[in-house]
């Protein structure tokens, strides 16, 4: 709504107008150093192979190989959205006036299409910095019924995964971590609406989440650290073929070497998309 150069209002009158502070239309966002890109690379890395290290382990791992200290590596990793899977102390933490429902899944198989769906983040690394990818995953079949990425943690790219996946089906049971975004009134609001069973994960239980940290595995290591993304379009253009991939040509050992879409009885689309453009579109000047 504002207009550099207009001849008869000034920028500050209108930034008045606006009751936008007039100095921060001359901020410029400092990108991270190439050091924190390097660690939080490193950090996804190991995290990835050993989703039960903690903050103390990483830190002693990363210090055989550069200098960093565990404060450094805690908030980092609380940046990044990640926490060590065994017990004890955590950096992902519910909003203390979140709600926290029962974990669902214990002794319960998903038995077919749309029983047991999860949804979680992972951390997407750039060659000068970093996106987020939400996912939400048919345990049975292992389809990627929707998925989003965004440059930051912001809940909105987790509503509109979750918006997305329920216009294609409602399952039975909806499993997540217990992170502020899975307990936000926003995101339980869409759920219940869509009665839907509601299950968190319990607190350092390593193996409740387990299809998807099997999934972001697969992902990375098929796609994202073999290509080193230049910018979030590229990013975008290379976990859009892949996920197109996965889901309904990637052979699949757990499903008899079925791709995925063939055991959730998915129609393969015309183009391989999951409908995230416009997100990403909205969040980046795509270059």
Known sequence: MLESGHPQVPLKAQAELLEVSYSSLFYQPVPPSPRE????????????????????????????????????????MREMGISGLAPGPNTSKPAPEHPIYPYLLRNVTAS??????????????????????????????????????SQTLELDFVLQ???????????????????????????????????????????GRARDNIFTERLWRTVKYEEVY????????????????????????????????????QVYGACTPHTPVVHSTQTLTNQYTLN
């Open 161 to 203: 995964a979750v918006d997305e996946a329920l216009l294609q089906a409602v399952p039975k049971i909806w499993n997540s971590d217990q992170g502020s975004h899975f307990t936000s009134p926003q995101y339980l609001d869409r759920l219940l609406a869509a009665q839907v069973q509601i299950s968190m994960d319990g607190r």
């Open 37 to 76: 890109v390097a660690i939080k690379h490193r950090i996804d890395r190991i995290y990835i192979d050993h989703p039960y290290y903690g903050s103390r382990r990483i830190t002693v791992v990363l210090s055989r190989e550069m200098p960093v200290s565990r404060p450094t590596v805690q908030r980092y």
């Open 226 to 261: 073999l290509h080193e993304y230049a910018s979030p379009k590229e990013a975008y253009r290379g976990l859009s073929q892949y996920i197109y991939f996965y889901n309904y040509e990637r052979p699949h050992q757990a499903l008899d070497y079925q791709p995925p879409a």
């Open 112 to 149: 077919s299409p749309n029983h047991v769906w999860g949804v979680d983040i992972t951390y997407i690394p750039l060659k000068a910095g970093w996106l987020y990818l939400v996912a939400v995953l048919d345990w049975f079949s292992r389809f990627i019924v929707s998925w989003r990425l």
